[in-house]
């Protein structure tokens, strides 16, 4: 059996790498969208979020691995095995901590 591998970047740390800076750009995005509908500073929704107060702490862990969906999709169709490995593994740790803020 071959190697799979079809390019440099197939590679399961270049998935954690992409999984993980994926999840933080869906926390700018979702962030920015609830201080803009709420008539907020994006640093006040920090502030909040690091105060407790705040109930959007489990949709914001739900909507910030979306990207990495889209990422995992993405890259599946172009047959890149390991990476999408790495994003997987973001995923998964992902969801406990979805669940218990939930």
């Known amino acids: 059996m071959g190697n799979l591998r079809k ?52 949709k914001l862990v739900t909507v910030s691995i979306l990207i990495d969906v889209v990422i995992f999709f993405i890259m599946i169709r172009k047959e890149y095995y390991e990476f999408c490995k790495g994003i997987l593994a973001v995923v998964i740790v992902s969801v406990p901590v979805a669940v218990y803020l939930y």
């Open 7 to 58: 390019h440099k970047f197939d590679h399961m740390l270049w998935g954690i790498a992409a999984g993980i800076l994926g999840a933080c750009f869906g926390f700018l995005i979702f962030g920015m969208f609830i201080a803009a509908v709420q008539d907020v500073s994006f640093g006040r929704f920090i502030e909040t979020l690091v105060e407790g107060t705040d109930t959007f702490h489990d």
